[in-house]
């Protein structure tokens, strides 16, 4: 019993000489946790399970069309990591003025960042479109699925101008403890993405049948509706975020310096785990349309597994940034380790739920027998990757929500972009193990980022970081 009030409530899990005032009752730093956290982790889980049944929908077209839209999965964060990066910066400033009840300085990031963003999107978006062919190829696109994945990728890269707007308004809405906005927002842009895969890839009453083309079109539209969705939440009256015509719309160079402080490493994080992810997917991309198609089935379910830990790592992560914006470092301390505790709780379950479930959850892509023997044994790695996954994505939300973005990014940079990438193929093809060896490479990769995270948050050097 002693040892489970040290390590779930409140006086137990910080010390008495890291108290900066009263504390709260562990009932409502609890309760408060989860009504920040619930809404962003229901987004995420729900997204990802519309992104399953997305990718489900493509898998009656066969092997080669869910290669084409995996193939298209990192050229694609990877042109988003310069708008990625700016909204993380974003929530982690807004985050801020909020603790310090400063309305005034939250809008002005909001509008600043919401002029880059745009001008972000329409760069990046462009270039997607333009070398679409050359970005497929160098990450590893087969020739048998190469032209279907071109028409794949461009499409998508129009509707992702709309998506980075959007994503930008949503990351200060978090910043801001929003979090419901977020989910509304992203769950009915993906159902009429959804809603539309389903018309243009089958061709259903007046539609046409459109195949990997109308899968595309439908994202671009759910993209679009997103956009809409938050540009609405920003124009009612009365939100703590609002966006008025009559308002100062010039670029405030102080303003963009303070976002850009947090964003430039977190541009460097993002470039590092997309590069990383980028290898690893070449990799498994050699081992043929087979394995590639396992793993990418595979990969929707891990994102199920990730976005039940990002969603916590987005609340935590606002959490953290107003207590620092409220000068109580000690709360901060306390929701992250909250925040963890909760996480590895959903992780052993998951992680159960998982391997019992391993045939049925592959059965549902594909009634390939060989892929789903190969897709039940990657899911029992899966399982442990599960324990180490969900708790480092919190941990690092914590430090992120703080600022300590250097850290995240050299975390990055050796963990995703040298040792996955080295691990998993020295597994695959050194050791003769294919898709099984390069998903052992995650394992290590997610237990080293574990480990380190969690030394680096219980230093608690990132309570002392100014933005």
């Not at 959850?361 to 594909?366: I, K, W």
């Amino acid at each position: 019993m002693n040892l489970l009030k040290k390590w779930f409530t409140v006086e137990g899990l910080l010390p008495h000489q890291h108290r900066n005032g009263e504390l709260p009752k562990t009932k409502d730093v609890y309760l408060r946790t989860y009504k920040m956290a619930w809404p962003s982790a229901m987004e995420a889980v729900l997204i990802a399970l519309i992104g399953a049944a997305d990718m489900v929908m493509v898998g009656s077209l066969g092997s080669g069309a869910i290669a084409s839209v995996g193939i298209a999965t990192q050229p694609k964060f990877l042109l988003m990591s310069l708008v990625i990066a700016l909204n993380i910066g974003t929530t982690v400033i807004v985050a801020r003025r909020k603790g310090a009840n400063d309305i005034v300085g939250a809008n002005l990031v909001l509008r600043n960042a919401l002029l880059l963003s745009i001008l972000l999107s329409l760069v990046t978006c462009t270039i997607g479109f333009v070398f679409a062919k050359p970005f497929l190829t160098f990450v590893g696109a087969s020739p048998e699925y190469l032209k279907d994945a071109i028409v794949y990728f461009k499409i998508i890269m129009v509707g992702q101008f709309f998506y980075g707007i959007g994503l930008t308004i949503t990351a200060a809405q978090r910043g801001a403890g929003n979090t419901k906005i977020s989910m509304v927002t992203n769950i009915t842009a993906n159902l009429v993405n959804v809603l539309f895969n389903w018309l243009l890839i089958n061709g259903i009453w007046i539609f046409p049948q459109w195949g990997i083309m109308g899968a595309a079109v439908a994202t671009a539209l759910g993209n679009f509706v997103s956009l809409v969705l938050a540009l609405r939440s920003v124009l009612r009256k009365g939100s703590f975020l609002t966006l008025k015509p009559d308002r100062n719309w010039r670029i405030e160079l102080p303003v963009l310096k303070s976002v850009w402080n947090i964003s430039s490493s977190a541009l460097v994080e993002q470039i590092f785990i997309r590069i990383g992810f980028m290898l690893y997917a070449m990799s498994v991309a050699n081992l043929g349309t087979m394995s590639f198609a396992t793993h990418n089935i595979c990969m929707q379910v891990m994102s199920i597994t990730f976005s039940v830990g990002d969603g916590l790592s987005i609340a935590c992560s606002a959490l953290v940034g107003q207590s620092l914006g409220a000068k109580r470092p000690d709360l901060a301390i306390v929701y992250g380790k909250v925040s963890q505790r909760i996480g590895l709780l959903i992780a052993i379950l998951l992680g159960i739920g998982i391997s019992l479930s391993r045939f049925f959850l592959v059965d549902l892509f594909t009634n390939d027998p060989e892929i789903i023997a190969l897709g039940a044994n990657i899911l029992l790695i899966l399982s442990v990757i599960v324990l180490f996954q969900i708790a480092q994505v919190i941990t690092v939300g914590s430090l992120r929500g703080a600022g300590d973005v250097k850290f995240v990014a050299m975390l990055s940079m050796i963990s995703v972009t040298i040792l996955r990438p080295a691990l998993s193929y020295f597994l695959a093809y050194s050791m003769g193990l294919g898709l099984l060896g390069s998903w052992s490479g995650v394992v290590l990769d997610q237990a080293l980022r574990f480990f380190v995270s969690r030394y680096r948050f219980a230093q608690a050097k990132w309570t002392k970081i100014i933005v």
